[in-house]
């Protein structure tokens, strides 16, 4: 069966603060992958999604970035966190090619920035 | 472009009681549909979908919603509400083959 990693679980970091976010996945091959961010009280805003390895579509402009160094793997990164960039980070993985596809979300990291 | 509304930011109900959460979409052509659902300090996890056939569509928990094309409206109910029904529920919409945009969520409150 099919498992979705991330780490760590909870992060307060620095303002100015470099970040990284890992996100895995077991038990299938060349996912879709996903990031989303969801702040306090509001719905989930897709940051970046990936249908391969080092390919990278970003959905909202910010100091922000994502990677996709192994077929199962997704990084979110910064250079210098902002307090804004506070919030529960979600990754998903989806089936490629399939109609309907359904996301699998992992458990999230909560990331405060102070 | 599609988007998806939903009403109700919050929902309070007493417990064994029915509720109804109101979602609404845009779009100018076919879309899937889903609902799914977040628990305290949790990821999401699909309650259901409409790809097509059947307007009635059953998920787990005891949830089903009905997709309604004339109102663009994919509403989610559950006649008998449980206290661990507590959480947040979220609508979405794809296009065929694109990627999926959620509503803004609506919290659901059960009530001892």
């Known amino acids: 069966s099919q498992t979705i990693h991330q780490w760590p679980a909870t992060l307060v970091q620095p303002v100015g603060s470099p970040l990284s976010l890992e996100c895995t996945v077991e038990?299938?091959?060349?996912?879709?992958l996903y990031w989303y961010r969801q702040a306090a009280g509001r719905g989930l805003q897709l940051l970046f999604y990936?249908?391969?390895?080092?390919?990278i579509s970003s959905e909202v402009p910010q100091n922000l970035s994502a990677s996709r160094p192994q077929d199962r793997q997704f990084i979110l990164s910064s250079k210098k966190l902002l307090l804004s960039d506070s919030g529960f980070y979600l990754c998903?993985?989806?089936?490629?090619?399939?109609?309907?596809?359904?996301?699998?979300f992992g458990p999230g990291t909560r990331l405060l920035v102070l | 472009a599609q988007s998806v509304t939903q009403l109700d930011s919050q929902v309070p109900v007493f417990e064994e009681a029915p509720v109804e959460l109101r979602c609404n979409y845009s779009?100018?052509?076919?879309?899937?549909l889903f609902w799914y659902v977040q628990y305290p300090n949790q990821g999401l996890q699909l309650l259901l979908k409409?790809?097509?056939?059947?307007?009635l569509v059953k998920g787990i928990n005891g949830f089903e919603a009905e997709f309604n094309k004339s109102q663009t409206s994919f509403h989610l109910r559950k006649p008998s509400v449980h206290i661990s029904d507590t959480a947040e529920y979220f609508c979405?919409?794809?296009?065929?083959?694109?990627?999926?945009?959620f509503g803004p969520g609506t919290s659901l409150s059960v009530i001892p």
């Open positions: 038990g299938t091959s060349n996912p879709n």
């Open positions: 979405a919409v794809s296009l065929i083959y694109d990627k999926v945009i």
């Open positions: 409409y790809l097509s056939g059947s307007t």
């Open positions: 998903a993985w989806s089936v490629p090619g399939a109609s309907g596809e359904t996301q699998y």
């Open positions: 990936s249908v391969g390895i080092g390919q």
């Open positions: 779009s100018s052509v076919s879309v899937y």
